[in-house]
């Protein structure tokens, strides 16, 4: 809306300051001075909700992190029965799957290289919005369907080494276990057990 000291911002305007927070992840008082407009334009532009209540996510983790109630990690070990080599498998599989998705996303936006500076909901429309760039850059840019994205586009993580000990709770040990129990049961795929 108008006002007397000053005009709108234009949706595309609102747009663009939105694509250089998604494309660089800078700061919101580097995009305000970019754009000449006040860091709490910026922050209506990039809302920063707070944080709603407990996290429903299970993250995937390997050995260097400790196994808590919503980061899982693999069973410790090489001579395992085999519902936990499935449960091990399928957890390296999602861990990849999320490795692969993250190195594209950073190789074609910035933003993913630095500490998101907002609040997790917030971040999670980060990823869907940047998901749906992607795609709709692939379809309508012949030279991003040619091109095949390889390892050597992404800069790797730095190594973590061990976080914390192997003491879990045992609420985190039943959340693995029901996780194995699925993997084994009503979650199983067929090459599963090829492993």
Not at 54 to 77: I, Q, S, T
Not at 125 to 146: D, E, G, M, P
Not at 163 to 171: D, F, G, K, L
Request: some cysteine.
């Amino acid at each position: 809306m108008d006002t007397n000291y000053r005009r709108s911002l234009s949706a595309a305007d609102r747009l663009s300051i939105c694509l250089r927070y998604l494309a660089t992840g800078d700061s919101f008082r580097t995009i305000a001075n970019s754009f000449r407009v006040g860091v709490s334009t910026v922050s209506t532009i990039i809302p920063d909700d707070p944080m709603m209540g407990p996290l429903p996510h299970v993250f995937v983790a390997d050995e260097a992190f400790p196994l808590r109630k919503n980061l899982m990690r693999p069973f410790p070990g090489r001579n395992l029965p085999r519902e936990r080599r499935i449960f091990n498998y399928r957890l390296s599989r999602a861990r990849l799957v999320v490795e692969n998705a993250f190195g594209i996303l950073s190789s074609q936006w910035r933003m993913y290289r630095r500490v998101i500076e907002v609040q997790p909901e917030v971040a999670e429309k980060f990823v869907k919005a940047t998901c749906i760039l992607h795609n709709f850059l692939r379809r309508t840019t012949q030279a991003n369907t040619q091109r095949a994205f390889s390892v050597a586009d992404v800069e790797p993580l730095p190594g973590l080494g061990r976080i914390a000990a192997n003491n879990s709770a045992r609420e985190a040990i039943r959340v693995r276990e029901v996780f194995t129990s699925y993997f084994n049961a009503e979650g199983t795929v067929p090459w599963q057990d090829d492993v």
